[in-house]
């Protein structure tokens, strides 16, 4: 009976703890939430304002605005922009392909949603509105209406970078990349919250904090089952030192980090609203990490820029384009040039500047971010020299459009050199440009890019460098029977990669909250309807 009393108190106070310790949670919570909301909702109310005010003053000084939208009409009435679009880009003056979805996506979103104005907010510092529009035109060959797109310059972007996180790294940029997007709403809070470089950990606060709808495109995913495994096989590469390969103990504790860090992504990817991802490999990976099922939209390649690039008559030249970040293969690239060298040393450029009409010469045109690209720039440099090759290597930093265009159209070759590469725009330019890609086989360029036309080769997928060497010497030594390998990989990007694809597929997936007519924060209207009020909103508005 004792016993049976004892028994029954240490539940009581078992149960009367459990109580008191979750009503304590509870309550640190609800502290912790309303004071967030506070900040959030004044922040809200007092940047919105701002924003609606810095495009009202930007649209009388820049002078765009058509005829038949003008002040007093029927159509301005309509066309005001209520809803703001949030671009969470920290590198949006990078000039790779992942800015060009961003900017892409912003010129879409003017041309058919002008209710709509574009915050970037960006980490780039000592750059303007006007230079990051002009390099985007330069860069890009992309034109924005400044009145609808406007920037926040975030002071924390430091915390994202790799060199504040020289280990644990995936899940230092994590909670650098929470700080960052909190920041970045204590400036402005969007309707809509657009992540267009995979911070996935700043969705959370973005929905529960700031109301947003969320809305990603993925271009990677941060972990994949390819890191676990390369990981877990005790390969050595760009992820996994050689130091961690050779430990049985290292690589034992970095597949339990990994394995931890990949149950927290799927958590914070589950509270995006839309998910759309850039390729098929990247879509298998996220599908199985968040549990959904996202859209493939690929992304876009000016294509009519290069589709008029003569065939014939290509110079010998192997052309790699590419930010000069650590994953993207350009020491594999200087490999594979070594490797051709060697085996046809009458490739060479003549040491003292002679012509040699067989030469052959690697240029890698790229952009460089930040100081860390620069000083990968200069590593590539002096490995080229150590392989001595230095007389047949070129580099073009930070090349503007025209540039970009310049090479292509004289190189006969396209190199890729990434290793699970998400998409590679860059191979699509190559094709699109006529030039026979040689890229790597793995993830997109295998699997979406460089893929049979008609049932006939578009190009070549390598591995090794001795293979990358292999499949540049079949282009050089074809006949000019490769013009129809030529045409085949034009025709092909043509169909599938152009920006009024992207465009289309863009529009199908977010028209839902891009065309809305008001948002409601925790119950709250407080978005300022359009002149007349929200009964002149388009009819197909509310859905």
């Not at 090349?399 to 290793?419: D, N, T, Y």
Request: glycine share 6%; hydrophobic share 40%.
């Amino acid at each position: 009976m004792a016993q049976t009393t004892w028994m029954y108190t240490a539940v009581q106070w078992s149960s009367v703890s459990f109580i008191i310790f979750s009503g304590s949670l509870l309550f640190i919570y609800t502290v912790i939430m309303s004071y967030c909301n506070t900040k959030i909702l004044w922040n809200f109310k007092a940047n919105r304002r701002r924003i609606f005010q810095e495009q009202e003053k930007a649209k009388v000084d820049s002078k765009t605005t058509p005829e038949n939208v003008t002040a007093g009409t029927e159509q301005n009435k309509k066309d005001r922009p209520y809803l703001i679009a949030g671009f969470f880009h920290p590198y949006c003056n990078a000039g790779g392909g992942g800015e060009r979805v961003l900017w892409t996506a912003i010129r879409d979103i003017q041309q058919k949603y002008p209710h709509v104005i574009s915050v970037v907010y960006t980490g780039d510092k000592g750059v303007t509105k006007d230079d990051i529009l002009e390099r985007v035109q330069n860069r890009f060959n992309i034109t924005l209406d400044p009145s609808l797109v406007g920037f926040e310059f975030l002071e924390k972007r430091d915390w994202i970078e790799d060199a504040k996180w020289p280990r644990f790294t995936l899940i230092g940029q994590s909670i650098g990349s929470i700080i960052l997007g909190w920041e970045a709403l204590l400036r402005v809070v969007p309707d809509i919250w657009i992540d267009t470089m995979g911070y996935a950990f700043s969705y959370p606060a973005a929905r529960m904090f700031g109301g947003c709808q969320v809305v990603a495109y993925v271009h990677y995913p941060a972990i994949s089952s390819d890191m676990i495994g390369r990981v877990a096989s005790r390969e050595s590469g760009h992820n996994n030192a050689k130091q961690v390969a050779s430990s049985p103990i290292y690589t034992t504790l970095k597949l339990m980090y990994y394995k931890f860090f990949a149950i927290l992504y799927a958590i914070v990817g589950a509270f995006a609203h839309i998910v759309m991802v850039n390729s098929s490999w990247t879509k298998g990976h996220i599908d199985s990490l968040w549990k959904i099922k996202s859209t493939v939209v690929y992304p876009p390649c000016d294509t009519d820029a290069f589709k008029d690039f003569p065939l014939k008559g290509r110079e010998r030249i192997v052309v790699s384009v590419a930010q000069f970040r650590p994953e993207k293969g350009h020491g594999l690239q200087l490999e594979a040039m070594a490797q051709l060298l060697k085996d046809h040393p009458e490739y060479r450029q003549e040491k003292d500047g002679g012509n040699n009409a067989q030469a052959v010469k690697l240029v890698m045109v790229g952009s460089a971010r930040d100081e860390s690209d620069q000083a990968r720039i200069k590593q590539l440099k002096e490995k080229a020299n150590e392989l001595g090759i230095q007389e047949s290597v070129m580099f073009v930093v930070n090349a503007p459009f025209s540039e970009l265009q310049a090479w292509l159209a004289r190189s006969k070759i396209g190199i890729h050199g990434m290793l699970d590469e998400h998409f590679g725009i860059g191979v699509v330019e190559y094709m699109a440009a006529g030039l026979i890609p040689v890229a790597h086989n793995s993830a997109g360029p295998k699997m979406d890019i460089v893929r049979p036309y008609n049932n006939q080769p578009t190009g070549y997928l390598a591995t090794t460098p001795q293979e990358f060497a292999e499949a540049i010497e079949k282009v050089l030594s074809a006949s000019d029977s490769i013009v129809d390998m030529q045409l085949r990989a034009r025709d092909s990007v043509q169909e599938r990669f152009s920006e009024k694809v992207f465009g289309e597929q863009l529009q199908k997936c977010m028209h839902e909250v891009l065309f809305r007519e008001k948002v409601t924060v925790y119950g709250h209207k407080l978005i300022d309807p359009p002149e007349g009020g929200w009964e002149e909103a388009p009819a197909d508005a509310a859905k």
